[in-house]
């Protein structure tokens, strides 16, 4: 059974930094391009980050550039983000996604899998 579990967020004011995780189980974490997806209540989940299976090749928003990284250790079956600069529109649910095409994976339709999100919040 795959599994993906999401940690590292929390409440945080702006400007200040967060590191979030994400771990798999079940699956060979190197053989898929992993993504961080971020959502808000009543809007659609928005692409935030994304990493090929070897960390070499990455996408970010246009949003989060410069103040967000995607990183990974495949060892550890991880995927991170660490959250720079934080403003308050960048609250909202994070998760993480996986899929073998980072390509394929800037899009919330071609993700494989799925975890459940961690909150973070960013208060003024």
């Known amino acids: 059974q795959v599994r993906l579990v999401e940690s590292g967020g929390g409440l945080v004011q702006a400007g200040n930094s967060l590191t979030l995780s994400c771990t798999a189980s079940?699956?060979?974490?190197?053989?898929?391009?992993a993504a961080w997806f971020r959502q808000t209540p009543g809007k659609e989940r928005e692409f935030v980050a994304a990493?090929?299976?070897?960390?070499?090749?990455?996408y970010y928003a246009d949003s989060v550039k410069d103040r967000f990284s995607i990183s990974r250790d495949n060892a550890k079956q991880s995927v991170y983000l660490r959250l720079d600069y934080l403003k308050p529109e960048d609250s909202a649910v994070y998760f993480c996604a996986l899929h073998p095409s980072v390509r394929a994976l800037r899009f919330a339709s071609q993700a494989d899998y799925w975890g459940r999100g961690t909150q973070v919040t960013v208060s003024s």
């Open positions: 990493s090929d299976w070897s960390g070499i090749t990455k």
């Open positions: 079940g699956l060979t974490f190197g053989n898929f391009a």
